[in-house]
């Protein structure tokens, strides 16, 4: 199959790559790095989560968050909502694009969201029918794809399964997140080719974490497989409270020069980008995750 000839990407840093972080981030930080994020040209990006600060300790604030955001702006910002009062919230906060999260894994399901996968879909059923209501629009998000901590390998068929389920609650689109970062050429090609029986193929967005330093070439060989929309976060930021030893997320700056090079448009400008990485790289004291915004960063000083 042909390369697409563009593709979307879905900023997570501000809450994916945040949540795991050490340093405390401001709000006003924050609404900054989204600005930034937005000027270099993301269309879409997960803004936060409302989920409890007890659980998550860098989400405290989503709500003054969401509230300083442009409620017209061309970029669509992306809430993650757990439960209904997550939902409530961010209805409350004027949010229009949501996130409900899941895992293949029945382990990684009970240590995130303490409940079965049945249980946590049957919540999501009640959930969709307040967001059909307010006409919201709802990502779906199917974590360890093909790897879970507790259970090890993950079967494409059980990937598929839950991801299916999503589809047919009336998620508008389905990211399927290599969460531990493990996944290769073969394991996640066969994940997606599972995936794509039931799935139509612009509905799936795949979402890399870096451990192994595969995502780049994961996400080529989902280009290679027709695949057109890929989360990435900027500087790299990232990791999960509940996969000790996932590393980052792949970095936007990394994703954007590789499509670059591959002649695929995706509407970034990839100088504001390495500014927005850098500028949150600095206010947390912690080294830019991307090769491409060092590699920039060392060639300017030249």
């Not at 794809?145 to 079967?155: H, K, L, N, Q, R």
Request: aromatic content about 4%; proline content about 4%.
């Amino acid at each position: 199959m042909a390369l697409p000839r563009q593709v979307n990407i879905v900023e997570v840093g501000p809450r994916d790559g945040l949540q795991d972080e050490k340093t405390a981030v401001e709000v006003g930080t924050k609404a900054a790095l989204i600005e930034k994020l937005a000027a270099a040209g993301i269309g879409r990006m997960e803004a936060g989560s409302f989920v409890s600060p007890k659980w998550v300790p860098q989400m405290a604030g989503t709500d003054e968050l969401f509230n300083l955001l442009p409620q017209h702006s061309r970029t669509a910002y992306i809430a993650l909502t757990p439960n209904l009062t997550g939902l409530q919230r961010a209805l409350d906060c004027g949010a229009r694009n949501v996130g409900f999260f899941v895992a293949a894994s029945e382990s990684f399901n009970r240590n995130n969201l303490n409940s079965t996968i049945a249980e946590t879909l049957k919540r999501f059923a009640s959930m969709m029918q307040v967001a059909e209501q307010h006409s919201l629009s709802v990502r779906g998000y199917v974590s360890c794809v093909v790897a879970c901590p507790y259970e090890g390998d993950i079967s494409p068929a059980a990937t598929a399964a839950v991801a299916t389920q999503l589809l047919d609650l009336g998620c508008n689109e389905i990211s399927l997140c290599d969460t531990l970062g493990v996944g290769n050429p073969n394991s996640i090609s066969r994940m997606l080719e599972a995936a794509m029986q039931n799935i139509p193929l612009e509905k799936i967005s795949l979402h890399q974490h870096d451990t192994y330093g595969q995502a780049l070439v994961n996400i080529h060989t989902a280009l290679q497989m027709g695949v057109s929309t890929f989360d990435s976060s900027v500087a790299g930021l990232g990791g999960c409270p509940y996969a000790r030893g996932a590393a980052g997320n792949v970095a936007t700056e990394d994703l954007v020069c590789m499509l670059d090079g591959l002649g695929i448009q995706h509407g970034i400008e990839l100088e504001k980008l390495v500014e927005a990485g850098q500028f949150i790289c600095k206010k947390l004291g912690r080294k830019n995750g991307s090769k491409v915004a060092l590699a920039i960063a060392a060639n300017s000083q030249h």
